[in-house]
């Protein structure tokens, strides 16, 4: 009797690490499973740096997708620190280093960091590490990461910086630290630039000084700057990052979208109903008729809600709960969901939304207050099947099942 009640309090740790494991061996499954594994931009473009040359080679294969075409020169309308971030591993391994290591890298510190800033939130050590596993593995963070395409290893990159800037923030609240992995986030995706609100608002909330904020905006200011330099090098204009002179910019079917424009508030619902709406597609099994066949779903290019790829954060309709972040964080997601549900592409093709990946750190601490103290047996349902979902689905974009074709 003893040693059941042994078994049943342990239950949660086994489980625990059983989906760890398992999402270990998924993560190397579908890394060489590689959709686009062909896709190494980011690589090329860190050799030229090493060349003093910003433009990529005009003598290698490059994706047609993200990729500025201006005056007979190819470039990647990206910020530049993800490929400076490769830089020391291309110039020891070579241009056949592979680039998904930023997917890699984004992953291992993420779970690292939630777990960190999990416990300065007061929760246990399990429930810290089961909060890890959700916000890595039940995301739309693991299918972006696993995936070799240039856009998705620069869209994750931003969430491990954003994640330093807030755990320092809760932690020793290093203005100067806290600024330049604002700075290094705003390097590598621009609309990262309105993250800087939450602490503008935490400013005025009196948490933190006035030096403090300063010494964020030392780096932050300084990225801007350096950024629209080296915008001016490339496109001969402070402000353009190359993304009008995309080469696919009017390929169908966004070339639909684009008729409307593209920023533009048009835009604005259809993106809304992908990031809270929309479901995946039934696999069906014959050409007519309406049979589903095992494992019965496909994801839609066009992305899925956030409620199918991180169920968990079903909890903030159902539970919602505040705490003194509440304000800051929610401002700041709202700025910076704006950009992104205004823009003309949705973020095809995609499993998920992960354009959310652009707010995803603040969405995570809007989400704490619901699962404090400790995690519900319905929080760990949840982390549960969203981790599953995204381990069986996530490259069903592409008709393949990786995780399924091994059992």
Do not use: C
């Amino acid at each position: 009797m003893n040693l059941f009640y042994h078994l049943k309090g342990r239950g949660k740790v086994y489980l625990f690490v059983f989906l760890f494991l398992l999402s270990i061996f998924t993560t190397f499954l579908y890394v060489p499973a590689g959709q686009k594994n062909w896709d190494k931009s980011l690589v090329l473009l860190s050799e030229q740096f090493l060349r003093r040359k910003i433009s990529l080679p005009v003598n290698e294969f490059v994706p047609v997708a993200d990729i500025a075409d201006y005056k007979y020169n190819f470039y990647l309308y990206f910020g530049p620190f993800p490929t400076i971030f490769l830089m020391p591993a291309v110039a020891i391994f070579g241009k056949e280093f592979p680039q998904y290591f930023i997917g890699i890298f984004s992953m291992i510190v993420s779970f690292i960091l939630i777990y960190s800033i999990s416990r300065k939130f007061k929760f246990d050590k399990l429930d810290s590490l089961w909060l890890s596993l959700f916000f890595v593995f039940s995301s739309v963070l693991f299918s972006s990461s696993v995936m070799n395409i240039s856009a998705y290893q620069v869209e994750v990159l931003t969430v491990p910086l954003m994640l330093f800037s807030l755990n320092e923030y809760l932690g020793k609240k290093r203005g100067i630290i806290i600024g330049v992995f604002l700075a290094l986030a705003v390097l590598t995706r621009f609309t990262l630039i309105l993250g800087v609100i939450f602490f503008i608002v935490e400013f005025f909330k009196k948490r933190l000084t006035l030096r403090q904020l300063s010494l964020i905006s030392i780096p932050f200011l300084v990225s801007i700057i350096l950024l629209g330099l080296y915008n001016q090098r490339r496109f001969h204009s402070f402000f353009e990052t190359g993304y009008s002179y995309n080469r696919i910019l009017g390929a169908f079917p966004l070339s639909e979208n684009l008729k409307h424009g593209t920023v533009s508030v048009a835009h604005v619902p259809a993106n809304l109903y992908n990031f809270l709406v929309k479901s995946p597609e039934p696999l069906l099994g014959q050409e007519h008729g309406f049979f589903l066949k095992f494992p019965y779903l496909t994801a839609s290019p066009w992305g899925m809600a956030i409620w199918w790829t991180s169920p968990l954060f079903l909890l903030l309709i159902v539970k919602f709960k505040k705490n003194k972040y509440t304000l800051p964080a929610i401002l700041t997601t709202l700025a910076l969901a704006v950009p992104v549900f205004s823009y003309y592409s949705i973020g095809y093709i995609q499993f998920g939304y992960r354009y959310a990946l652009d707010f995803f750190p603040f969405l995570f601490l809007l989400l704490i207050p619901s699962l404090s103290p400790k995690l519900s047996k319905t929080a760990i349902a949840l982390i549960v099947i969203g981790v599953l979902f995204n381990l069986i689905y996530s490259d069903s974009l592409f008709g393949i099942y990786p995780l399924l074709n091994m059992f």
